[in-house]
């Protein structure tokens, strides 16, 4: 099974802050990872295919990045409704595999 | 509007059994794999089983294979979860996903609003 490790598990920051999330693969995944957000009590909301796509509607300070078994989303001038927390997930092949989430905090 | 909404879910003791539902609108759903994720009390996602488009392929993680069974009624626009032999670990918000392009090699771009199953005696 591929293993899907994103750091840090906390982070803590501001509005207006630029922020990195890490997500390696234990294996060679291509660029098939999406991004997740989860706000409490809350459906996953997609944000990001094939690594750096774009979903319809999410705005563009935040990107993803990386291939193969290195990469991150960053999301640029945090913004309140930010706050939440964030899953890589590898579609490269079964068992399909999340990381165990990187919750971003208000500082 | 593409909308997938989940059903079925209950408090259970140990050892039963418990089905699911998905039904799901919006789109062409005979044209779609679609998935189960769940998602244990304060725990992260965990991926449960998936379904082709025509029914004809299923996967599932390690930790269901041989107690849980997904199907498909494409008549009905509604796929089904059936989980036998529930253990108390099996406790978790079971979401219903819709895969985003034709391929299986896609993510997963539309979410249910989860159903709870809670195995406890």
């Known amino acids: 099974d591929i293993q899907m490790t994103q750091s840090p598990s906390t982070l803590s920051a501001s509005v207006g802050d630029t922020v990195t999330i890490t997500c390696r693969a234990s294996q060679n995944i291509g660029t098939w990872l999406a991004w997740y957000q989860q706000k409490p009590h809350k459906a996953p909301n997609p944000l990001i295919y094939k690594a750096s796509t774009l979903q319809n509607g999410v705005p563009s300070r935040i990107s993803g990045s990386g291939s193969g078994t290195h990469f991150t989303l960053t999301i640029s001038s945090l913004q309140p409704e930010d706050f939440a927390t964030y899953y890589c997930?590898?579609?490269?092949?079964?068992?399909?595999?999340f990381g165990q989430g990187t919750k971003v905090e208000i500082k | 509007q593409v909308q997938v909404v989940e059903s079925g879910g209950s408090v259970v003791q140990p050892g039963r059994s418990l089905r699911l539902s998905c039904a799901a609108s919006?789109?062409?759903?005979?044209?779609?794999?679609m998935h189960w994720v769940r998602q244990a009390p304060g725990k992260g996602l965990e991926w449960v089983a998936g379904i082709s488009s025509n029914g004809r392929n299923k996967y599932y993680s390690d930790s269901v294979k041989g107690r849980f069974t997904i199907s498909r009624d494409n008549s009905k626009n509604t796929v089904f979860l059936q989980l036998d032999s529930l253990r108390p670990e099996d406790t978790a918000v079971f979401y219903c996903?819709?895969?985003?392009?034709?391929?299986?090699?896609?993510?997963?771009?539309?979410w249910g609003q989860g159903t709870p199953v809670t195995v406890s005696s």
């Open positions: 997930h590898q579609y490269n092949s079964y068992p399909e595999t």
């Open positions: 919006g789109f062409t759903f005979s044209s779609y794999g």
């Open positions: 996903v819709k895969r985003q392009a034709y391929s299986s090699s896609s993510s997963f771009d539309y």
